[in-house]
């Protein structure tokens, strides 16, 4: 069973940065997609980006391209999410996933989900 924890998260003002991380159990890491998702209060979990096995294709939802990185070591066992140029609509739960066969921004494609860290971007 693979576990992922995130970390990372926090207060920041808007324009501010963050990274967050996804610490992932077991030794098949480096053979699935991971992806980041986030959901606001009242709202419906959304996509912010994935980055495939070996980490040579990204993926990034139209709202955070540009501000957002997305990576991995797989030495590690742990992806990232760079956040930079934060804006109070980013204020969200974080949460990362992985299990995904190829990278996607859809959450039904993917198996193991993390409890997520909050993030919270003042004005």
């Known amino acids: 069973q693979v576990q992922l924890v995130e970390s990372g998260g926090g207060l920041v003002q808007a324009g501010g940065s963050l990274r967050l991380s996804c610490a992932a159990s077991?030794?098949?890491?480096?053979?699935?997609?991971m992806g980041w998702f986030r959901q606001a209060p009242g709202k419906e979990r959304e996509s912010v980006a994935a980055?495939?096995?070996?980490?040579?294709?990204?993926y990034y939802a139209d709202s955070v391209k540009g501000r957002f990185t997305i990576s991995r070591d797989n030495t590690e066992n742990t992806v990232y999410l760079q956040m930079n140029s934060l804006e109070p609509e980013d204020t969200a739960v974080y949460y990362c996933?992985?299990?995904?066969?190829?990278?996607?921004?859809?959450?039904?494609?993917?198996?193991?989900w993390g409890q997520g860290t909050q993030v919270t971007v003042s004005s």
């Open positions: 996933a992985g299990g995904a066969v190829f990278a996607d921004l859809r959450p039904a494609h993917y198996e193991y």
């Open positions: 077991g030794r098949t890491f480096r053979t699935y997609a």
């Open positions: 980055i495939s096995a070996s980490g040579a294709r990204t």
